[in-house]
């Protein structure tokens, strides 16, 4: 987790150099989603591998996936090669996620599972305090393409030292219904890709694409999430929608965060993913916070305050961009947001194993995955088409990243009134 934090805070602090070297900006949003669209079938496929061997294979497979990925992505000569290598990266972060999920179900009691999700998130705040550091030294004063190329250095460690444990948790019995989800995984995949591409055309065509996609990805959640998750019932189904509904809305505005920083405050992109480094201390400020709960709790009420929190911090980052309000006060709100997600992202994943049978814990683990990665894209790519259409028209505003920001709180907003759903119906 350690590595993925550090490639994910680089990343985005690094693209906007990324995107005005290679004379992307219109396809910004790319750069991050392919790396979403990438990680979909990855996840569909770790969570079958873990419920039927256990999660050592997808973990191992994903870190090597991860670091070639990487190293792809920094000799890339062109928007294209980049895009491959952070398919790469999606592909290992993919199934290294879940197999994690379903270590932590597999090796914590039910009483422990909050603090091991809360270490995951711990995980982020030193790469989030050095990641902006030196991945805005590196971009700004040598290249942004070794934000890229260092990330390998720190794949041998962490899988020397996890390797032995991952021994103790292998075994379990095949999903019978593995060859259906994984072609469902597949027409998600594609679903997602042509919504991705279809929302970057901004016309007619690309609206159509787009439209078909939407189809495509209703198909396959039918199959690959919790029965009734599109209708959000009660319990599981909901809790597992709840994770891609407040990550829709958190990610998307971050995304363009530190862009806007940059193009319409002109800070320097170090001081710009300074903003995203105290944004990750305070979510695991927040994730330590729902540790303290019990594990056997329900956690519906602690997801209904966290979305709150996020959806008054997104809110309020247009203020940021008007000349009075200094651009530090950027980090003070992201902090606000991040301090919900911390609260209320963990919270889903322990009610999603407190409510999954073991038998299903990989294949509810790929559902919270995948319905997160699926809504991300989906909202980063309808965001995106504002910033987009923005660049080919009169050019970016300060009322272009406001509209972006109201949209990400409004879908938040939605979270928290959605949240009290996520309690079963009692028996």
């Avoid at 020397?160 to 444990?165: A, C, G, Q």
């Amino acid at each position: 987790m350690t590595l993925a934090a550090f490639e994910a805070i680089a990343t985005a602090t690094a693209m906007p150099v990324v995107a005005r070297d290679l004379d992307v900006l219109s396809g910004y949003t790319w750069a991050f989603n392919s790396f979403i669209v990438a990680s979909l079938l990855a996840m569909v496929i770790s969570g079958l591998r873990c419920d039927a061997a256990g999660p050592r294979g997808p973990i191992v497979a994903g870190i090597a996936a991860f670091a070639v990925g990487s190293v792809v992505a920094g000799v890339a000569p062109s928007m294209l090669v980049l895009i491959a290598g952070r398919v790469g990266q999606g592909i290992g972060s993919g199934a290294v996620i879940v197999g994690l999920y379903v270590l932590i179900a597999r090796a914590y009691p039910e009483s422990l599972r909050p603090k091991a999700f809360s270490a995951l998130a711990a995980a982020w705040v030193l790469p989030s305090l050095i990641g902006p550091l030196i991945a805005g030294w590196l971009a700004d004063s040598v290249s942004w393409r070794l934000v890229f190329l260092i990330v390998p250095i720190f794949v041998i460690p962490p899988m020397l030292l996890l390797l032995p444990r991952l021994a103790e948790h292998e075994g379990g019995s095949p999903n019978p219904r593995a060859r259906q989800r994984v072609i469902a995984g597949i027409v998600a995949t594609v679903g997602l890709l042509a919504m991705q591409d279809g929302l970057v055309r901004v016309n007619i065509q690309g609206g159509f694409e787009a439209g078909i996609g939407f189809i495509l990805i209703l198909g396959a959640g039918r199959v690959l999430l919790p029965a009734g998750s599109l209708m959000f019932a009660r319990g599981l189904p909901t809790t597992v929608m709840m994770r891609g509904i407040i990550a829709a809305g958190y990610f998307s505005a971050e995304v363009f965060l530190p862009l806007a920083l940059v193009e319409m405050k002109g800070v320097s992109v170090t001081y710009a993913g300074l903003t995203l480094a105290v944004g990750a201390a305070s979510w695991a400020i927040g994730s330590f916070a729902q540790s303290r709960l019990s594990g056997s709790a329900d956690r519906s009420a602690a997801v209904r305050v966290g979305a709150l929190v996020v959806a008054v911090s997104i809110l309020c980052l247009p203020l940021v961009l008007i000349p009075a309000v200094p651009a530090w006060a950027a980090a003070g709100f992201w902090a606000l947001g991040a301090l919900g997600m911390g609260l209320s992202i963990p919270s889903i994943s322990v009610q999603t194993m407190r409510l999954s049978a073991e038998a299903d814990q990989g294949m509810n683990s790929s559902a919270l995955q995948i319905v997160d990665s699926v809504l991300v894209v989906i909202g980063t790519a309808l965001i995106g088409t504002v910033y987009a259409h923005a660049v080919e028209g009169a050019g970016v505003t300060a009322a272009t990243y406001s509209t972006m920001w109201v949209a990400g709180a409004v879908v938040v907003s939605l979270a928290a009134l959605l949240a009290p759903r996520m309690k079963p119906v009692a028996r």
